[in-house]
Nanobody, 124 residues
């Protein structure tokens, strides 16, 4: 059973950068596609990014394209989300999730396993 733990969330100034990590245990991460989601208070969950287990293809939500980059280090069993040019509207709890599909579940929000989330706050 895959277990995911996120880290890296903190308070950051607008325009700043953060790197979130999603560490997996119990399984080999390269067998899974990993997606990032976020949810701000009072708002619906939003797709952020996904990296496929098939060929490493990456996908991004419209609001983060050009600012966020997803990557994976299979040797460390970890997926990263590099977030640059952060805005106050990026404030949310960020969660990673795993699926055996090719980011198909990410599009529908139907993943096989979820982490607990890490809080990112962008504020001056």
């Amino acid at each position: 059973q895959v277990q995911l733990v996120e880290s890296g969330g903190e308070l950051v100034l607008p325009g700043g950068s953060l790197r979130l990590s999603c560490a997996a245990s119990g399984v080999t991460l390269d067998n899974y596609s990993i997606g990032w989601f976020r949810q701000a208070p009072g708002k619906e969950r939003e797709r952020v990014s996904c990296i496929s287990n098939s060929d490493g293809s990456t996908y991004y939500g419209e609001s983060v394209k050009g600012r966020f980059t997803i990557s994976r280090d299979n040797a460390k069993n970890t997926v990263y989300l590099q977030m640059n040019s952060l805005k106050p509207e990026d404030t949310a709890v960020y969660s990673c999730a795993a699926e055996t599909g090719f980011c198909i579940g990410w599009y529908g929000g139907e993943m096989d396993a979820w982490g607990q989330g890490t809080l990112v706050t962008v504020s001056s």
